[in-house]
């Protein structure tokens, strides 16, 4: 079972920004980087940010992710339909010794 | 390709079954390689992760003692086993590659391609 919780849905026009909210405890996101994934059913997950803000290459800047103490987010700004998709946080949990996801929260373009 | 996966295999409760992620010495060795499963109306969750060069595993509370992670340095492959499926163990389990020696660091940006597993009773 995760600890950290995601809301499990999140939608938009295109064009407008969704914001995506995680939240941890001390041991996890309070202590450690935070990770987000995309994932489209079919396809295999793909990074969209690490280190709590930074994006790998290839990745759009209308992707941006911030932590706060033991929350973290992620705003897609200028939603697009290909934006659709499950969106998954991540973090090392120093309790359990071991990764965890967020439990994910479905983005739907209106 | 970086990360080449095992076809999809359909086993029966109680089976053993091990399935592989195959890349090269120089592309996975000296990172740390995921499993990660994907059920149908549930989220992603880790299994383990294992850095091949020296075998170091780590398995998250869920799996440990469930599923068995391995790897051969010769030739760049990471495993992982079951001993006797059950029907819970149907999923897509997906291997990546992270990005760095740190088992902390949660970049993983390559992935393979896949395998479903699918246990019938």
Do not use: H
């Amino acid at each position: 079972q995760s600890v950290l919780t995601q809301p499990p849905s999140a939608s938009g026009t295109p064009g407008q920004r969704v914001t995506i909210s995680c939240s941890g405890s001390s041991s996890s996101i309070g202590s450690n980087y935070v990770f987000w994934y995309q994932y489209v059913p079919g396809t295999a997950p793909r990074l969209l940010i690490y280190d709590n803000r930074q994006r790998p290459s290839g990745v759009p800047d209308r992707f941006s992710g911030s932590k706060s103490g033991t929350s973290a987010s992620l705003a897609i700004s200028d939603l697009r339909s290909e934006d659709e998709g499950f969106y998954y946080c991540a973090t090392w949990d120093d309790r359990l010794s071991s990764p965890d996801f967020g439990t994910g929260t479905k983005v739907t373009v209106l | 390709v970086l990360l080449e996966q095992s076809a999809a295999e359909a086993k029966k409760s109680g089976n053993s079954l091990t399935i592989s992620c195959r890349g090269s010495p120089t592309t996975v060795n000296t990172y740390w390689i995921a499993w990660v499963r994907q059920v149908p109306g549930k989220g992603l969750e880790w299994v383990g992760l294992i850095y091949p060069d020296d075998s170091d595993i780590r398995y998250t509370p869920s799996f440990r003692g469930q599923v068995t992670i391995s790897a051969d340095k010769s030739t760049g492959t990471a495993y992982l086993s079951w001993n006797s499926l059950k029907a819970s163990d149907s999923g897509m389990y997906f291997c990546a590659r992270g990005g760095s020696w740190l088992v902390k660091n949660l970049a993983f940006d390559y992935w393979g391609q896949g395998t479903r597993v699918t246990v019938s009773s």
